[in-house]
């Protein structure tokens, strides 16, 4: 305990690193008051109380915004669906693989496009999004009452986004995850109490059990977002003119989960489409109903099926886009490095891509398994506010953006030549935003 106070002593002792987490509250603090702002012409009291199914899920991303239809009813969650978009134009297209390959400048024209693509995206949704509001709870349906809201939830997200990008730039951690993750907890509280009532005394030692079930699913998680394969490195030694080989080995650390959070981001984007879309059509197409009642059932088997198939793509493709074995190989190369009995080149290229297709296929299977975790725990009696942080989207969100926040912390307070926040071990920063940079 005094080594914690220590810690947050000196945390806001830096100035610069107390301003950000200053900052940071009050971007946060200005989401979730709009969480609660209701879209003009819906009366609140007769909005139906929480959501279900894949809404339900989007439901606690958002932090209770999309039940409650408030003005960032959609959130952020538009532009990560434009994010794969040009994700996935940056592997098809010529002219979008050129701007990958010009650094920031053409990441900043990726960024734009992202932005600009976000807008038709968000209307498209916010007219699902309006058809699943109770007809009861909107005072004077129409067209005016549509093109109102379209325009203004729209407007939501496009705030969103700026506040993501704003956090980014004055305050700590990537904005658009903190966005995500500050939704995911604000719900936490109300799910813990609720799953205790619903125990109560009788059931206190199988809530107890939950308890100690949801730690150890904590703990994987995190097993899963730090671990790392280490490939032996060693730099010759130039004394004199010749190269001495006996200098000490390093390591390059290629993570078992190198994409991150991301997979489980852009298929659960992708997951809740096919429900919205269909809600408009569903009173009029048995196919629509359908693929409605499916995808928008998170226990059904098809769902779950096509969810941790979506989630192994992710990762492979993901892995593909965010490591380049040729970029690490060149490195090596004109920094006098090698692989110990593997040739510098083309050769130690294809060893890192070996390895790191070895350990993306576990790396990808657990993380499709700790997705559809909340699944397997509504079977067993979890009720189903709670079973969503037993794992799945919620807990890897909040796992991956908490360590890449104490990451963050950690590098200011060493840089300050503060005592880190750990006697011993360390943080391992995430190779990836959840995120895509904003």
């Known amino acids: 305990m005094k080594k914690f106070i220590e810690t947050i002593k000196n945390i806001f002792a830096i100035e610069d690193l107390r301003t950000r987490i200053f900052n940071t509250l009050f971007f946060i603090a200005i989401y979730r008051l709009g969480s609660f702002v209701v879209l003009p012409g819906v009366d609140a009291t007769k909005l139906k109380q929480g959501a279900a199914g894949i809404f339900g899920i989007l439901d ?9 239809a408030s003005i960032f009813a959609l959130g952020i969650m538009p532009y990560i ?22 650094g920031e400048s053409g990441r900043k024209k990726i960024n734009q496009y992202t932005r600009f693509l976000t807008i038709p995206i ?12 109770n007809a009861d ?17 729209t407007a939501g997200t496009l705030f969103c986004m700026w506040l993501g990008e704003k956090i980014t730039d004055k305050g700590i951690g990537n904005g658009i995850s903190m966005i995500i993750m500050i939704g995911i907890v604000s719900r936490f509280p109300g799910a813990i109490i609720g799953e205790a009532a619903a ?12 308890l100690v079930v949801l730690f150890f699913v904590v703990m994987a998680v995190i097993v899963l977002t730090q671990a790392v394969r280490q490939i032996p490195v060693q730099y010759a030694k130039q004394i004199g003119g010749t190269a001495q080989l006996n200098s000490q080995r390093q390591f390059i650390p290629m993570k078992v989960n190198a994409a991150g959070v991301m997979p489980i981001i852009f298929a659960q984007s992708l997951m809740f489409v096919p429900a919205i879309v269909a809600s408009v059509w569903q009173n009029d197409s048995d196919l629509a109903n359908t693929i409605g009642v499916k995808f928008s059932d998170y226990t059904s088997w098809e769902y779950n099926l096509v969810f941790g198939t979506l989630i192994l ?5 993901y892995t593909a886009i965010s490591v380049n074995p040729n ?4 490195d090596l190369k004109r920094s006098g490095g090698f692989v110990p009995g593997v040739k510098p080149g083309a050769d130690t290229s294809e060893y890192i891509d070996e390895v790191l297709t070895r350990i993306t296929l576990p790396g990808a299977l657990a993380l499709a398994l700790i997705a559809i975790f ?10 189903r506010p709670f079973s969503a942080f037993y794992g799945g989207t919620s807990l890897i969100i909040m796992v991956g953006v908490v360590l890449d926040t104490l990451n963050q912390i950690q590098s200011y307070l060493l840089m300050r030549h503060y005592d880190g926040m750990m006697k011993s071990g360390k943080v391992r920063g995430r190779s990836t935003p959840i995120a895509l940079a904003s």
Do not use: R, W
Request: glycine share 8%.
């Open 199 to 210: 125990k109560g005394l009788n059931g206190a030692l199988i809530f107890l059990l939950e």
């Open 313 to 317: 793509l992710f990762t492979y493709f």
């Open 327 to 330: 970029q690490i190989a060149d």
């Open 122 to 133: 968000v209307l498209a949704q916010s007219v699902g999004f309006i058809a699943t509001i």
């Open 60 to 68: 606690t991303l958002l932090g209770g915004a999309f039940s409650n």
């Open 81 to 102: 669906s434009a994010s794969i978009v040009l994700q996935l134009l940056t592997i098809a297209v010529p002219y979008f693989q050129k701007l990958q390959k010009e």
């Open 137 to 153: 709870a909107i005072v004077n349906p129409g067209v005016l009452f549509t093109v109102s809201s379209m325009i203004i939830i």
């Open 374 to 383: 909340p699944a397997i725990a509504l079977l067993f009696g979890v009720t």
